[in-house]
């Protein structure tokens, strides 16, 4: 099976690469977004997501992979919502800035820059080993 890439966005301030470092684990829930969602349910086991911290930061800060694909969001009081499970994998070397992505070619159609209002959006592979180049970080 081929991994697939992603991104999911956080305020550091709600939770943090560092929160889910220490935690090992999380619950990938509270999405109401249905562009989003699709894309929570699109995820595979071993996945590769881009952590990013949004409103403060403004950075990719970390790999995680997907360790549980999407199921009911237990958040949910009404409607069809899903969550998933991402662990940590590896902090990037260096952060790379949203600032970064929007000025770099390579970066033009990635879904940070794109789509900057949607929390989870897909990476193509060129995509994810540009920010890995500008991470300074091997996987």
């Known amino acids: 099976m081929t991994t ?7 305020e550091p301030s709600v939770y943090s690469w560092t929160k889910l470092v220490s935690e ?12 989003a969602r699709n894309n929570l349910r699109a ?8 952590f990013y911290h949004s409103n403060e930061g403004k950075e990719i800060v970390g790999i995680a992979t997907v ?7 237990p958040t949910a009081t009404e409607g069809d919502w899903s969550a998933v499970e991402i662990a ?5 070397a260096s952060p790379v800035t949203l600032a970064q992505c929007k000025a770099d070619k390579k970066l033009a159609g990635f879904g940070l820059v794109k789509k900057s209002r949607i929390s ?19 996987l």
């Open 4 to 10: 697939r890439y992603w991104l999911v966005k956080s």
């Open 24 to 35: 090992k684990k999380a619950v990938w829930d509270g999405v109401r977004n249905f562009e």
């Open 43 to 50: 995820m595979k086991k071993g996945d590769l997501v881009f």
């Open 67 to 73: 360790a549980k694909e999407a199921y009911a969001d």
């Open 88 to 92: 940590p994998k590896k902090a990037l």
């Open 120 to 138: 989870v959006v897909p990476a193509t592979p060129e995509e994810f080993a540009r920010v890995l180049e500008l991470g300074k970080t091997k």
